[in-house]
């Protein structure tokens, strides 16, 4: 069974200080997501990571994949308090058909 | 806006009840999923569709059902509802049949008072 496990699952950061949210799968996948939820909303797609090495970057976010450690990073940059939220991984099983989800980091920035 | 649209949005009933929510999936996407999002459970996979088959089934209760109907649109059937059953239900959709990048509803906030 794929366990997908984030850390942390509270992050409470102020503003323009660096962070590191880290996502760890247990089965080989090249597969994996981020997703934003704000507080009662959707979940909104962030990055799209296939392969072994990728790296994207959407303003102060950007996410990595190495699917040898079977890990995943959100690295924050310079927050804002607009990036409060929830954040969460993803992950796809090459034969699977659904993505199973970490438990989510809360992330919280302060003025 | 993701293009997949659910309704009703918030529903309030009681123990014992029957609700239906419903989910229109992206326009040509063919894959929809349901998705349980309680406080204590994270996101949960209920079960996926695709182009009107049942095709993954995750940790759906007996008394949950769903079907995707022709259109694509599809149902997801909650009977004998219990107080834990309370939840944010998403429906997600994607143009592929595997593990790929899902597009998720607003989601149906259910109440089971």
């Known amino acids: 069974e794929l366990k997908v496990e984030q850390n942390p699952l509270f992050l409470s950061m102020q503003e323009g200080k660096n962070y590191t949210i880290y996502c760890n799968y247990s089965?080989?996948?090249?597969?994996l997501y981020w997703y934003r939820q704000d507080p009662g909303k959707s979940l909104e797609s962030l990055f799209v990571?296939?392969?072994?090495?990728a790296v994207k970057q959407e303003g102060r976010l950007m996410a990595s994949l190495d699917t040898k450690a079977r890990l995943s990073t959100l690295h924050i940059t310079a927050a804002v308090h607009d990036l409060s939220a929830t954040y969460f991984c993803?992950?796809?099983?090459?034969?699977?058909?659904?993505?199973?989800f970490g438990g989510g980091t809360r992330l919280m920035v302060k003025p | 806006d993701s293009g997949v649209t659910q309704t009703p949005k918030h529903l309030i009933t009681a123990t014992g009840q029957r609700v239906t929510l419903r989910c229109s999936p992206r326009?040509?996407?063919?894959?929809v999923y349901w998705y349980q999002q309680s406080l204590d459970q994270g996101l949960q996979f209920l079960i996926q569709?695709?182009?009107?088959?049942?095709?993954a089934k995750g940790n759906i209760l007996e008394r949950f059902s769903a079907q995707q109907f022709p259109d694509l649109h599809s149902e997801l059937n909650l009977s004998s509802l219990e107080l834990g059953d309370s939840a944010l239900y998403f429906c997600?959709?994607?143009?592929?049949?595997?593990?790929?990048?899902?597009?998720f509803g607003e989601g149906s906030r259910l109440t089971v008072l």
């Open positions: 997600a959709s994607s143009p592929r049949l595997g593990a790929g990048e899902l597009f």
């Open positions: 089965t080989t996948s090249d597969r």
């Open positions: 990571l296939l392969s072994n090495g």
């Open positions: 993803a992950v796809g099983l090459n034969a699977g058909n659904m993505l199973t």
């Open positions: 326009s040509g996407d063919l894959s």
């Open positions: 569709y695709y182009n009107g088959e049942e095709r």
